[in-house]
């Protein structure tokens, strides 16, 4: 059996809880033990001749496909690292796209109520041109779009978490400067969104709380350039359980929000893959769901 491959030593201090570590390692046993590939300088790097068969993604579905159309030129990150999240919207959202009703199903049961119609799940989106919007890079790792029963069309924005964990700002970045311009974007959104509760004051910009925030502000920015479309926006994050400072603030997060049942979804991996074996149409989406539970899920 292959060796697991080195460790990197500065997990534990970079992430306490010891998720990192434990993920780190459980990614690295994947590429020894399911792929049965040699690792990089890291265990959970593959080699970039593996890289490039697209080791990193699931061998079905179109996945593939739909990876090297996003991103044509080699990219060490998506193609090479089991642990960054960016191979993650492909490996579990582009299967839907091959079955309207299933993706219907899932996204009303994530959602809480019954949709009539769910479009094409899009990875790495973004509305364009970013000037008419939040002026910024801000983009959906995936994004759709649903009509429900009463037929009114609304979208979800997804971001995607695995071992991340909240990031400081960069002094005298553009983020930093639009955060303190109370002239910006983002405060012309939010104040016309309705959607905070009053007296948030500096919250919202916390380092746990900053980019949920863009977020969800990058949904309300599409529903007010497009009244006469969309009645409504909804924020879904999708992370492990294991990863204990997202479900933080994603509790947090949702306290700051007046209706967080019509404009937030917190899922975890564990419950989404719950959802997906329990609403499969076709015994075809089995051998991908037991893909995601033993890729993803961290003992």
Same mark, same amino acid.
């Given at each position: 059996?292959?060796?697991?491959?080195?460790?990197?030593?500065?997990?534990?201090?970079?992430?306490?809880?010891?998720?990192?570590?434990?993920?780190?390692?459980?990614?690295?046993?994947?590429?020894?033990?399911? +792929?049965?590939?040699?690792?990089?300088?890291?265990?959970?790097?593959?080699?970039?001749?593996?890289?490039?068969?697209?080791?990193?993604?699931?061998?079905?579905?179109?996945?593939?496909?739909? *990876?090297?159309?996003?991103?044509?030129?080699?990219?060490?990150?998506?193609?090479?690292?089991? $642990?960054?999240?960016?191979?993650?919207?492909?490996?579990?959202?582009?299967? +839907?796209?091959?079955?309207?009703?299933?993706?219907?199903?899932?996204?009303?049961?994530? !959602?809480?109520?019954?949709?009539?119609?769910?479009? &094409? *799940?899009?990875?790495?989106?973004?509305?364009?041109?970013?000037?008419?919007?939040?002026? #910024?890079?801000?983009?959906?790792?995936?994004?759709?779009?649903?009509?429900?029963?009463?037929?009114?069309?609304?979208?979800?924005?997804?971001? *995607?978490?695995?071992?991340?964990?909240?990031?400081?700002?960069?002094?005298?970045?553009?983020?930093?400067?639009?955060?303190? /311009?109370?002239?910006?974007?983002?405060?012309?959104?939010?104040?016309?969104?309705?959607?905070?509760?009053?007296?948030?004051?500096?919250? !919202?910009?916390?380092? &746990?709380?900053?980019?949920?925030?863009?977020?969800? +502000?990058?949904?309300?920015?599409?529903?007010?350039?497009?009244?006469?479309? @969309?009645?409504?926006?909804? !924020?879904?994050?999708?992370?492990?359980?294991?990863?204990?400072? *997202?479900?933080?603030?994603?509790?947090? @997060?949702?306290?700051?929000? $007046?209706?967080?049942?019509?404009?937030?979804?917190?899922?975890?991996?564990?419950?989404?893959?719950? /959802?997906?074996?329990?609403?499969?149409?076709? #015994?075809?989406?089995?051998?991908?769901? /037991?893909? +995601?539970?033993?890729?993803?899920?961290?003992?």
């Amino acid at each position: 059996m292959l060796d697991v491959g080195a460790q990197y030593l500065m997990d534990r201090r970079t992430d306490p809880t010891g998720f990192l570590e434990r993920a780190r390692l459980h990614q690295s046993r994947y590429r020894a033990e399911r +792929l049965r590939v040699p690792c990089g300088r890291y265990g959970n790097y593959l080699l970039e001749r593996d890289a490039r068969r697209g080791l990193n993604f699931f061998d079905d579905f179109g996945i593939q496909d739909a *990876v090297r159309h996003r991103y044509p030129s080699y990219s060490r990150n998506v193609y090479a690292n089991l $642990l960054r999240s960016e191979h993650v919207p492909f490996n579990f959202f582009i299967p +839907l796209n091959t079955n309207d009703e299933f993706r219907r199903r899932l996204f009303s049961t994530w !959602l809480g109520f019954e949709l009539k119609h769910v479009d &094409e *799940v899009r990875i790495e989106y973004a509305p364009m041109p970013r000037s008419e919007f939040l002026n #910024d890079r801000t983009s959906f790792d995936a994004y759709v779009e649903y009509v429900d029963g009463a037929g009114l069309r609304g979208l979800v924005g997804i971001e *995607v978490k695995y071992t991340e964990r909240p990031y400081p700002l960069g002094k005298g970045s553009k983020e930093d400067r639009d955060i303190l /311009d109370v002239g910006s974007s983002y405060y012309r959104v939010m104040a016309a969104s309705g959607i905070y509760r009053a007296g948030w004051g500096k919250e !919202l910009l916390r380092d &746990e709380f900053r980019q949920l925030w863009r977020n969800q +502000l990058l949904g309300e920015s599409i529903l007010q350039r497009f009244r006469e479309r @969309y009645a409504y926006a909804t !924020l879904m994050v999708l992370y492990p359980e294991g990863n204990r400072h *997202v479900a933080s603030a994603c509790a947090g @997060y949702g306290r700051l929000l $007046l209706q967080p049942e019509y404009t937030f979804r917190a899922l975890t991996y564990e419950q989404c893959i719950a /959802d997906l074996r329990t609403l499969t149409p076709a #015994d075809a989406f089995h051998p991908w769901v /037991d893909y +995601l539970q033993a890729r993803y899920i961290v003992p």
